[in-house]
């Protein structure tokens, strides 16, 4: 499946008066120049926020963060997320560590497959951050989908037949591709592949594999945008169908979004500081840095019901 968008690409900046923004793709994403996150106005703030939304992922090169700034330039966008998987770092609990050494042989990575944050949550989270700190020579990318253009680029009789859907949103896929691929050990990932009972779940992990329900189609509460709501790695079904009416459709949708038309990929770098918008797209990271040692920092938003 290709897509080329003609007349439906627009990811050309707004103006702006106090911050540069310099798109990254024509699809989604954007570069942030000429300022500090850790030190932004009012103002400013106000115009990455705006981006933000507009570009569906942002970052910004060569930001000196202590844990305590990236604690609090994400406070700015409101109240942190239950987060599903990882412990804050001492002091941070909001500021979770994302770490593998070099050498680690993983079968699964956080982050792997495509994938929106915790949609498994009754109100899963908004915006997510992700600082980098050591970063591989290369490999490690991070690679965004704009789910907002592959809902614009849907055919009307679609859009049509979609819109009163709800997808069931769940960890099942996770714990069970942890559980084949990747030993147990003290990780987000490994601790999930510690869990080989499914009848003697914790109760927190029994509530994520239960998990949600959630519109296929959902409206950003703020800019009024429609997004296809669904993705490769948490969405387990479509409540009214069986699973063989649900799984052509979530495997058509979930291609339709993440074929390349429609991406941006981010080079991480040393104190690169990235922001994305979970309601407006899907992301993925790569399982291809074994050599090397790769270290971030991630913080999670809340967000609404979906609606």
């Given at each position: ?41 009012d ?9 933000l ?19 609090d330039?994400?406070a700015?966008?409101?109240p ?15 500021v ?16 792997a ?11 899963p ?8 700190v ?10 965004w989908?704009?789910?907002a ?5 849907l055919?009307d ?26 030993k ?93 918008d ?11 840095h ?18």
């Open positions: 499946m290709i897509v080329h968008p003609t007349g439906k690409f627009d990811n050309a900046p707004a103006d702006n008066r106090f911050i540069e923004v310099r798109p990254l793709a024509a699809a989604m994403g954007a570069e942030i120049c000429g300022v500090q996150a850790a030190s932004l106005s103002e400013a703030f106000a115009e990455v926020r705006a981006a939304f507009r570009h569906k992922m942002i970052y910004f090169r060569d930001q000196d963060l202590s844990h305590a700034d990236h604690n330039f994400s700015r966008f409101g942190f997320a239950e987060d599903a998987y990882t412990k804050g770092v001492p002091g941070y609990p909001n979770q560590p994302l770490l593998k050494e070099a050498g680690t042989r993983a079968g699964v990575i956080f982050g497959g495509w994938h929106t944050d915790s949609p498994f949550l009754a109100t989270p908004a915006i997510s951050t992700l600082y980098g050591d970063i591989p020579p290369y490999g490690g990318d991070t690679i989908a704009n789910a253009l592959a809902y614009a680029m055919s009789t679609m859009k049509t037949m979609i819109a009163p859907l709800k997808v069931h949103m769940s960890m099942a896929l996770v714990l069970a591709s942890a559980r084949t691929y990747q147990a050990d003290d990780t987000a990932i490994g601790r999930l592949a510690a869990t080989r009972d499914m009848d003697a779940l914790p109760d927190d992990v029994a509530r994520k594999v239960a998990g949600a329900y959630h519109p296929l189609v959902r409206t950003h509460p703020v800019t009024g945008e429609k997004s296809l709501y669904c993705d490769q790695t948490y969405s387990a079904g479509i409540e009214g169908l069986t699973p063989a009416e649900a799984e052509p459709l979530l495997k058509f949708l979930v291609a339709h979004i993440t074929q390349p038309a429609f991406t941006a990929r981010l080079r991480w770098a040393p104190k690169t500081l990235a922001l994305w979970n309601r407006l797209c899907v992301h993925q990271a790569f399982n291809d074994d050599a090397f040692r790769r270290e971030l920092y991630r913080t999670t938003l809340a967000g609404e019901a979906p609606a």
